[in-house]
């Protein structure tokens, strides 16, 4: 006699989706509430659900409330809980894929809602941010996206960011977002040969970071820039483009003297003579100078 069978079927897992979405932010049979952003907007979820899906609210809705003297204290806290430092949408989002295993994005939200993904520790929902970001990348986002990624070390989305970058150069040096990068970001950006923008628009751009950062972060100009600033290609410039930045760093300070003094040392011997061979090396946006042909054998 053959023994029982089991299965597990599946039923319609749209409709069921779809079930769970009337209760993201329902007040009725909610038992926790979240009071969140500036605007201190009411948001309404339930406890099981959030504590099952993310170990982070698990956390959070088993701790004892304030003042009590039972750890163990079978009454979970009711809220509110006050998330003043995420917007309302930001959050929503996050409490929407925990219900639907789905989520709402838009480009306005979308890297801080990833942000709020790592920090919830929600792998799959950080997938789903990633790829959404790497779809609708544009000029004017991708330094952000780019700057995230390294910070939450997304590494598929830090290659798609800087591939971008590398294809509209010109255009993405002129952008706030690039303005705003941190000096590691812009380093590993100018390491880059085959960025589409000649050396001297790069060392302007740079100079007009180096000259924000010095200001939002009131530190001098040189010391700011010292990082990004050992990535400039100077022996690619032509000496009456030195002479011309010679002349602007005498008010800014923004690139050492020594590194100057190394490029004009490489047009006197005709090689990049004592300068690292990168720096020698035309990027692909490079516009095409005499010298380049002697500085070309040592790039090899």
């Not at 003579?273 to 720096?279: D, F, I, K, M």
Request: hydrophobic letters at 45%; a neutral charge.
């Amino acid at each position: 006699m053959a023994g029982p069978c089991s299965a597990r079927l599946q039923g319609d897992v749209a409709a069921f989706s779809a079930a769970l979405r009337t209760l993201v932010n329902n007040p009725q049979f909610s038992d926790v509430m979240f009071v969140v952003g500036q605007e201190q907007q009411k948001v309404f979820a339930h406890r099981c659900v959030l504590a099952c899906r993310c170990q982070a609210f698990h956390g959070m809705l088993s701790q004892a409330p304030v003042g009590s003297q039972d750890s163990s204290s079978s009454v979970p806290p009711q809220g509110p809980f006050i998330l003043g430092n995420v917007q309302p949408e930001v959050f929503l989002a996050v409490i929407e894929f925990l219900y639907t295993n789905s989520v709402t994005l838009n480009s306005h939200i979308a890297l801080e809602v990833l942000t709020s993904s790592v920090e919830y520790g929600l792998q799959d929902l950080c997938k789903l941010c990633v790829k959404f970001i790497k779809d609708t990348l544009s000029v004017e986002q991708v330094c952000e996206a780019l700057q995230a990624a390294v910070t939450y070390g997304q590494v598929d989305l830090q290659q798609h960011c800087l591939a971008f970058i590398e294809g509209s150069t010109a255009a993405v040096v002129r952008t706030q977002g690039f303005r705003e990068l941190s000096d590691v970001v812009l380093a590993r950006v100018l390491r880059s040969d085959r960025l589409a923008v000649d050396e001297l628009d790069l060392v302007q751009a740079v100079r007009e970071w180096a000259h924000v950062s010095s200001a939002v972060l009131e530190r001098p100009v040189p010391e700011v820039a010292a990082l990004p600033v050992r990535e400039l290609r100077l022996p690619l410039l032509a000496p009456s483009e030195l002479v011309t930045l010679e002349s602007y760093n005498q008010q800014d300070l923004l690139i050492p003297v020594e590194n100057i003094a190394a490029a004009w040392r490489a047009h006197a011997l005709r090689k990049g003579s004592g300068v690292p061979s990168r720096l020698c090396r035309p990027r692909r946006g490079t516009r095409p100078r005499d010298h380049h042909r002697h500085l070309e054998p040592h790039a090899k």
